[in-house]
């Protein structure tokens, strides 16, 4: 029965969302207020009855009703209950279901907190999202239905296959990326909107800022909770693999960079309009590319089983509508652009648009790597893998210039600058980043390397100069009167230099080291004493197993205790190595206990990771920065404020 | 100003090609349909025997008469409830059942290693218990025989003609509704 309304109300708000897509339009046309004020009503009840739709499917999930089909393959009765429910977004069903509960919810969100906007404007907005949303409504009723039944003969119990992707990091992870992802629908809708109505001034981005601010925001820290589980669950101190998932969700997150610091332009300076609109489009169409690539099958990676080609002719359909249909839209329209701004080859444009050049060539650079293996294949060369070495060396490139240029554009006036007031500051700066890193690494390692002294250096230049460009702006404005977007940008600085530093050192200094230890075998890493006390027992609420019992000294004294655990899930007949991790800022300490071998001693793998926290901080710093965006007072629009 | 116009469609065209290339490899992908492997003959393969490592089995020992290849594990709950119904097929219509022992949780790229010597006495002890329909098991440890044979869960079940060619291949349990509609036809129509 609760399926069967979970259904049904999917079916109604499929109706509601072609509603949405026609009446608003037709309200546009005739200049029919009644008919445009249906607008945010109806995607108030998209949202509601989406919501209800997968709170049925959770409850099916929850009670184990096997017969419904998704339910059946995807979860069992053994299952821990937050697995249940993680379950319920896991499969390719229930994670559509998501998508369409985020994109509704975001539509909702629109409708409530964008009063300020003239009718118009917002009628278009929504109308536009209800037509994506037609396309994924029929998509998930007609090929992905979450609740298509087993009857009349139903299984015993489900076959979940793959206990080892039960975590809690499953469960947070996913659903954040699906926010940033179907977050950037908004801003998406606000550029096809504003090319629709043909008025392409400042406002539009001014609008379309908080909005994608915060999708942005979600999309840094799906990445970043993502990159952090891979590492603390995987059991082999990798934080980042370039596999088409993870490229999948970097590209929008990429693009969406390159689209806040474009809005900026647009909204200060009048300037690459047509640019800009050009971003939103491909930030979304990346999001849904990467939902394509990964749900399809088309990338074939060893896990992804029996994929239907149906429903990849389907969503290609989606894709070839929503991406080219916006694409010819800006095809025909970004003529009529014009962007009035104008500024000189040395400003603070010119070095957005160098930020925006960066980015967008880093997104081609992952694309090419992510699909030129597919190309590769259909034009008969033959199978090829792009791997780790392609992607870092090109990243290496990249984010030199990025960093720098990151550096000064604060600094930087908009429209016109004078280069020669930028030849002085930037060569002290250099001098005292490349001193201040030598002695840094001289100090705390034994030997300099090049990456390192270079993100390092990056990252020292990235402070000083944020540093030099909060005193000159606030020997004008006062502290408390400063917008908090300033702080926003300042912060969002802040938290790549952590991460360009957290990256160049982990990756040149992290050693590692594999160890056979008998109870009281000491070894040594990097300065560390790692002590073999015992092998204790341990006994779960559902596992059992084994944990080493290590102690840790530097130069005798104490550090810490660590428990590596092998731990064995009765129920599941399945062995998970719980990684030991002493957490710091300056260093992880990471140990993960392997076999016990015949003579009764153990395999250990010990790993000393430096400022490899500082990757994630820095990810959430971002992540943080973009958030606070949201508070700005110059975003809240309210009703009948003066606009522009 | 045309050469700005055809500027603007490039990422038109682009995409447009994309999605052929996309369209193309949706099609063109081995792996899309599990069901393309009826009609073909039985993969190749070379993999020791559950009980002991010396013995090996390969494609030409297991099909040279008509014969149920079984994908099971001890720790799939579903399979538990299928064990009996199988071994009275294999007792009493006298159906050649193979088991193909689908373990999951080896891993070596993880560190994670099967407990060979403990899964047999679970084997042993849980075919004591429901019912033995299997003539022998063969182990798939690293999974690539049921990778190849496009497995997705268990219980699966394959039946081979003994010409070495794939017939039927079942997802789920197989119990006396299933056997009578869907799996006997074909089991009686390469028998004779």
């Known amino acids: 029965m609760i399926p069967e309304l979970g259904n049904f109300a999917l079916y109604i708000a499929f109706t509601l969302s072609i509603l949405l897509s026609i009446f608003p339009a037709i309200g546009l046309k005739q200049n029919n207020a009644r008919l445009m004020a249906m607008a945010p009503n109806l995607s108030i009840g998209l949202f509601v009855f989406t919501l209800f739709s997968f709170g049925c499917l959770v409850y099916a999930f929850l009670t184990d009703d096997f017969t419904v089909v998704n339910v059946a393959q995807n979860s069992n009765s053994a299952l821990p209950d937050q697995y249940k429910f993680a379950a319920s977004f896991g499969s390719h069903e229930g994670s559509f279901l998501l998508w369409l509960l985020m994109q509704s919810g975001w539509s909702f969100a629109v409708a409530l907190f964008s009063k300020g906007l003239p009718v118009d404007m917002r009628t278009r907005v929504l109308t536009v999202l209800g037509w994506i949303s037609v396309g994924f409504y029929a998509y998930i009723i007609i090929s992905s239905n979450p609740f298509e039944r087993t009857l009349p003969y139903f299984p015993i119990d489900g076959r979940d296959l793959n206990p080892l992707l039960q975590d809690i990091g499953m469960i947070i992870h996913p659903p954040l990326l699906y926010m940033g992802y179907v977050g950037l629908s908004i801003s998406f809708a606000f550029a096809i909107a504003a090319l629709l109505s043909g008025n392409l001034d400042s406002t539009w981005a001014k609008w379309s800022r908080p909005w994608t601010a915060a999708a942005w925001a979600f999309l840094t820290l799906g990445l970043t909770i993502g990159s952090w589980w891979a590492y603390s669950e995987l059991g082999w101190g990798g934080w980042w693999f370039w596999d088409p998932v993870e490229n999948a969700a970097f590209m929008p997150w990429l693009v969406a960079t390159a689209l806040l610091h474009s809005l900026a332009v647009s909204e200060k300076r009048n300037a690459f309009k047509s640019w800009t609109v050009f971003l939103a489009i491909a930030a979304f169409s990346l999001s849904l590319l990467g939902t394509f690539l990964v749900r399809s099958g088309v990338i074939v990676s060893v896990h992804a089983f029996a994929t239907d080609p149906e429903r990849g002719v389907f969503i290609l359909i989606l894709l070839a509508l929503v991406i080219g249909g916006s694409l010819l839209l800006y095809s025909l329209k970004a003529g009529n652009i014009k962007s009035f701004g104008k500024f000189s080859m040395f400003s603070r444009e010119s070095m957005l648009w160098g930020n925006n050049i960066l980015l967008v060539a880093a997104t081609i650079v992952v694309l090419m790597g992510t699909l030129l293996p597919l190309v590769h294949k259909q034009i008969g060369l033959g199978t090829i893998s792009i791997g780790e070495p392609f992607f870092n060396q090109m990243f290496t490139y990249l984010i030199v210039p990025f960093a720098l240029l990151l550096g000064i554009a604060p600094l930087v006036r908009w429209k016109q600058d004078k280069l020669a007031n930028f030849i002085t500051k930037p060569l002290i700066v250099i001098a005292t980043s490349i001193t201040l890193s030598l002695i840094w690494l001289v100090v705390e390692f034994p030997e300099i390397k090049a990456l390192a002294l270079l993100g390092v250096t990056l990252f020292i230049w990235i402070m000083l100069f944020t540093a030099l460009e909060l005193k000159q702006t606030l020997s004008k404005v006062s502290f408390s009167k400063l917008p908090l977007s300033h702080f926003s940008m300042v912060l969002g600085h802040i938290g790549v230099a952590f991460l360009i530093a957290g990256v160049a050192l982990t990756s040149q200094y992290s050693v590692e080291r594999d160890v056979k230890m008998n109870t009281g075998d000491s070894a040594e890493l990097k300065g560390y004493e790692f002590k073999f006390n015992h092998v204790e027992n341990i006994d779960g609420p559902n596992y059992d197993g084994w944990a080493a019992v290590i102690t840790i000294t530097k130069q005798d004294e104490f550090v810490t205790k660590l428990l590596a655990e092998k731990r064995f899930y009765a129920v599941q007949r399945n062995t998970m190595t719980e990684a030991a991790i002493d957490a710091g800022f300056f260093r992880d300490i990471y140990i993960s206990l392997g076999e016990r071998l015949p003579d009764g001693a153990w395999a250990l793998r010990i790993y000393v990771k430096p400022y490899i926290r500082w990757i994630w901080l820095g990810g959430i710093i971002v992540a943080f920065a973009g958030l606070l965006t949201l508070f700005d007072r110059r975003y809240r629009t309210r009703k009948n404020a003066k606009q522009g | ?192």
Request: aromatic share 10%; proline share 6%; with cysteine.
């Open chain 2, 1 to 192: 100003m045309t050469k700005k116009v055809s500027f603007r469609f490039l990422p038109l065209v682009l995409f447009v090609l994309l999605l052929a290339f996309l369209l193309k490899g949706l099609f063109s992908d081995p792996n899309e349909r599990d069901s393309a492997l009826i009609g073909k003959p039985f993969p190749q393969f070379q993999l020791p025997d559950l009980n002991s490592d010396s013995q090996i089995h390969t494609e030409q020992t297991l099909v040279n008469e008509p014969v149920l290849i079984n994908v099971w594990g001890t720790w799939c709950i579903t399979c538990k409830y299928e064990l009996p119904y199988l071994a009275k097929l294999a007792k009493e219509y006298d159906v050649k059942i193979v088991g193909l022992y689908y373990d999951q949780n080896h891993a070596p790229e993880f560190g994670q290693y099967a407990d060979i010597p403990a899964i047999r006495i679970e084997v042993k002890e849980m075919l004591a218990r429901l019912g033995n329909p299997y003539q022998y098991n063969i182990l798939d440890l690293d999974r690539s025989l049921s990778l190849n044979l496009g497995v997705t869960g268990a219980p699966e079940t394959f039946i081979v003609d003994g010409k070495g060619i794939v017939r039927m291949h079942h997802m789920g349990d197989v119990n006396e509704r299933i056997w009578r509609e869907k799996l006997a036809p074909i089991w009686n129509e390469i028998n004779q």
